[in-house]
């Protein structure tokens, strides 16, 4: 078909992930993927669905600012798609504090607020606000949209969002939003499209990436989730602590008299799965390792996932259903079958020949609890949102699998 175009960006901290979208009356489908890698030296940009799939060197550098990066990376996308269809951009942000309950157009106040809560987002939020500001500079004329991660939450309980603080901290913003939003939404609409009665039930999904969190769902919606304030907090991660003893803040503060940007480094980009192991943050390489201390890694992650599952069925009052998404989640089957083996007593029991073909059910058959496997889709979610805020007619409701 001969549609409009929208591009989706989903920055991560060393990523920015590009959805290519056409869209019509009634119609919205991906038509390329592709993605920004900083951490390659050359920075490199990878088309890896379209009508060709490629890896391309950038002349550009990380250094030179992301205008001229997303120049070099507009004209190879240009080879391939008809860029001058372009109609929107629309990007995934991290954090939306208490405001920012759904998607938003941006203008300077959205991207002025946007910016302020750079603080409760280091690792995400600052390269998010240059790349809206790189597609402005490239394309004034294109209108840009916000769709945020924590918004899905925002159907916890008053008592699911609070911290045992002071009243009017809460009021203030000092609160639990949850994190990885998108992605359960996409699950959210995508359970219900597979088993509807499951996904009215007491389901609690694991997304499992870099970024790790859970979110106990019941009728599509949040009840509670673990990340809160920030994203730090839950799970061990790849790179970051999860939930820690402030008091432990406290004390390299004080007594090891470290600053707050040592500190920062140390929770964000030092800590969880690498820092325990000491080898790599990748579960893949821990999993391959034979020392000690990658098991000693894996062995704490995966008992902290099922703690943190166990504590959502407490939430939900009983569990019905587990899925398990993002890169780990769907693609690492020792990890499931590790934090699996944890919740037998909650009637979780795997199928292992289902398990290691990452089969879309994993359960076995006389488990109480449903156990899958879903891909997440969060530029999908992204993109219905953007076209949805921007008043495009007869085209999926936000969260739809289309």
Not at 178 to 194: D, M, P, T, V, W
Request: charged share 20%; glycine share 10%.
């Amino acid at each position: 078909m001969d549609g409009k175009l929208l591009l989706t960006f989903n920055t991560g901290s060393s990523t920015v992930k590009i959805g290519i979208f056409e869209f019509g009356p009634g119609i919205l489908r991906r038509i390329g993927k592709g993605m920004l890698d900083f951490n390659n030296r050359p920075l490199t940009f990878h088309l890896t669905e379209g009508p060709d799939i490629f890896d391309v060197p950038l002349e550009a550098e990380a250094g030179d600012g992301l205008t001229e990066v997303l120049e070099e990376t507009f004209e190879w996308l240009g080879e391939h798609f008809d860029l001058s269809s372009i109609d929107a951009v629309a990007h995934r942000v991290v954090h939306g504090g208490r405001d920012f309950t759904g998607p938003v157009k941006i203008d300077e106040r959205t991207l002025a607020d946007i910016e302020a809560l750079t603080v409760l987002a280091p690792l995400h939020q600052p390269q998010i606000v240059r790349l809206i500001n790189a597609i402005r500079d490239l394309r004034p004329d294109l209108p840009q949209t916000a769709s945020f991660d924590t918004a899905f939450h925002r159907t916890m309980s008053e008592t699911a969002q609070r911290f045992a603080l002071p009243r009017g901290m809460f009021d203030e913003g000092i609160r639990r939003y949850g994190f990885h939003g998108l992605s359960y939404k996409y699950i959210a609409a995508e359970l219900a499209r597979r088993d509807p009665d499951l996904s009215k039930g007491r389901v609690v999904a694991a997304h499992l990436g870099s970024g790790a969190s859970l979110c106990a769902m019941q009728n599509g919606e949040s009840r509670d989730t673990s990340m809160s304030f920030t994203t730090l907090d839950g799970i061990p991660m790849a790179t970051r602590c999860g939930a820690i003893d402030p008091g432990v803040l406290l004390h390299l503060l004080t007594e090891r008299s470290m600053s707050r940007p040592a500190v920062e480094d140390l929770l964000y980009r030092r800590s969880g799965l690498l820092g325990v192991s000491g080898i790599s943050a990748d579960t893949r390489a821990l999993i391959a390792s034979d020392r000690a201390e990658a098991k000693e890694a894996l062995d704490l992650y995966t008992f902290r996932a099922a703690g943190e599952i166990a504590r959502q069925a407490v939430a939900l009052e009983g569990l019905d259903g587990l899925v398990f998404t993002a890169g780990v989640g769907e693609n690492q089957p020792a990890i499931r079958a590790m934090i699996s083996g944890h919740l037998a007593f909650l009637g979780v029991t795997l199928d292992p020949a289902a398990n290691a073909a990452n089969a879309g059910v994993i359960s076995a058959a006389g488990s109480r609890v449903k156990v899958m496997v879903i891909p997440t889709d969060e530029e999908q979610v992204i993109a219905e949102e953007a076209l949805f805020l921007l008043g495009y007619p007869a085209l999926p409701g936000p969260g739809a699998s289309a």
